[in-house]
C-alpha cells in the first residue's frame, strides 16, 4: 500500500484561499481536487497528520469537505510529526512507499517531504513530484531550501506589520 501523510492547513488551502468569514477549518476546492488527481494516479491512501485531528471540529470538517483519508497519525503529545508517522508505520507493515506534504519541515527531517509553499498550497509541480516518487521514477523528495523558507517568513512578518 501506498501512503500519503497529509498535512492541510497550508497543502488545502493557502494563504489566498478566500475565507470572508474566518472560519477556522477551509479547504481550498480546487486545491482538493489536485489531491484527488493525485489519489487517482498513484491509487494511494491517505493519513492525517493535520492538526485538524486533535478537534472534533475539525475532524468533522475534514469529512465535510470530502478529504479522502483512511486514518490519522497518533497523537503524542510534544512530540514531533515524524515520531508519529514512524509510530503509524510500524503498526502498518504492509506499507511499500509513502511521502508527507507538509507546508512545514519541522521534524521531518529524514522522511520523502514534498513541501508546498503556504502561499500556493499543492502546486502541480508538488503533484507531478510525488505521483513520480510513489511511482519510483524520482528517488529525491520536494523540499524547500532554508533560504526560500526565511524569505518566506520574513515576507509574512512584513505582511502582518505594514510599515
Not at 468533522?60 to 470530502?66: E, Y
Request: charged share 30%; aromatic share 8%; net charge positive.
Amino acid at each position: 500500500m501506498k501512503v500519503i501523510f497529509l498535512d492541510i492547513d497550508g497543502v488545502l488551502n493557502c494563504k489566498r484561499t478566500r475565507n470572508p468569514r474566518k472560519l477556522p477549518y477551509v479547504v481550498e476546492p480546487k486545491l482538493l481536487k489536485r489531491l484527488k488527481q493525485l489519489l487517482r494516479q498513484t491509487r494511494a491512501k491517505v493519513v492525517l497528520t493535520s492538526t485538524w485531528r486533535y478537534d472534533p471540529a475539525g475532524m468533522f470538517s475534514a469529512r465535510h469537505w470530502g478529504i479522502p483519508f483512511i486514518d490519522v497519525t497518533p497523537e503524542m503529545p510534544k512530540q514531533p510529526r515524524s515520531k508519529e508517522i514512524l509510530a503509524w508505520l510500524k503498526t502498518h507493515p504492509g506499507v511499500t512507499r509513502f511521502v508527507v506534504i507538509d507546508d512545514d519541515d519541522d521534524a521531518l527531517d529524514g522522511l520523502p517531504l514534498f513541501q508546498p509553499s503556504a502561499w500556493t498550497g499543492l502546486s502541480p509541480e508538488i503533484v507531478r513530484g510525488v505521483v513520480d516518487y510513489l511511482h519510483e521514477k524520482r528517488g529525491s523528495d520536494m523540499r524547500r531550501s532554508k533560504i526560500r523558507r526565511a524569505v518566506e517568513n520574513l515576507e509574512e512578518v512584513i505582511r502582518r506589520h505594514p510599515g
